[in-house]
T-cell receptor, first 115, second 112 residues
Framework: SAVISQKPSRDICQRGTSLTIQCQVDSQVTMMFWYRQQPGQSLTLIAT?????????ESGFVIDKFPISRPNLTFSTLTVSNMSPEDSSIYLCSATLARGRSEAFFGQGTRLTVV | RKEVEQDPGPFNVPEGATVAFNCTYSNSASQSFFWYRQDCRKEPKLLMS???SGNEDGRFTAQLNRASQYISLLIRDSKLSDSATYLCVVNNPSGGYQKVTFGTGTKLQVIP
């Protein structure tokens, strides 16, 4: 299994500012992902964090708005840029340990409120 | 059609009841399947993997039907503590890696 530490756990931010969320995994992982979960909704994949290269973004998400870094196998950051109230959501980091049938592990999430 | 579809519920059942959730997926190349549980304001956690032969873990039974592309979860003798949202999860091959896709979740409320 894997333990994923995500921080901050919550934040209240002014519109127009940016917030960087950090994700640290205690195991050697293959894949790391970032999700968004809006109130009452399921998880939506934002992007796959690729080690040492640009993240792979899902439709509707762009690098300028959600820049992602993954400098090594066990650490990744997601920045929510130029925030607006519509960005208020829970952001979750996830990782899988192996290819194929591996389950996904999750960080505790970052509850973001933009005012 | 969504990649993974679930009945959002809510399912309100009395304690001790048996409840079943279904989930359908659209990609016939999907390789692995899971049920996750998410409690309110918490991150999702793995409940069980779903294997072609079906698998059971205590009161929980998961089934996979590849021909019809659906997955089921059966909960017997429901407990109050089973109240949560149950997420169907499918791993699809995508560009050399596994893409994890979540269903919208089915909310279960077990009533005393």
């Amino acid at each position: 299994s894997a333990v994923i530490s995500q921080k901050p756990s919550r934040d209240i931010c002014q519109r127009g500012t940016s917030l960087t969320i950090q994700c640290q995994v205690d195991s050697q992982v293959t894949m790391m992902f970032w999700y968004r979960q809006q109130p009452g909704q399921s998880l939506t994949l934002i992007a796959t964090a690729n080690q040492g290269s640009e993240a792979t973004y899902e439709s509707g998400f762009v690098i300028d708005k959600f820049p992602i870094s993954r400098p090594n196998l066990t650490f990744s950051t997601l920045t929510v840029s130029n925030m607006s109230p519509e960005d208020s959501s829970i952001y979750l980091c996830s990782a899988t340990l192996a290819r194929g049938r591996s389950e996904a592990f999750f960080g505790q999430g970052t509850r973001l409120t933009v005012v | 059609r969504k990649e993974v579809e679930q009945d959002p519920g809510p399912f309100n059942v009395p304690e001790g009841a048996t409840v079943a959730f279904n989930c359908t997926y659209s990609n016939s190349a999907s390789q692995s399947f899971f049920w996750y549980r998410q409690d309110c304001r918490k991150e999702p956690k793995l409940l069980m993997s779903v294997y072609s032969s079906g698998n059971e873990d205590g009161r929980f039974t998961a089934q996979l039907n590849r021909a019809s592309q659906y997955i089921s979860l059966l909960i017997r003798d429901s407990k109050l503590s089973d109240s949560a949202t149950y997420l169907c999860v499918v791993n699809n091959p995508s560009g050399g890696y596994q893409k994890v896709t979540f269903g919208t979740g089915t909310k279960l409320q077990v009533i005393p």
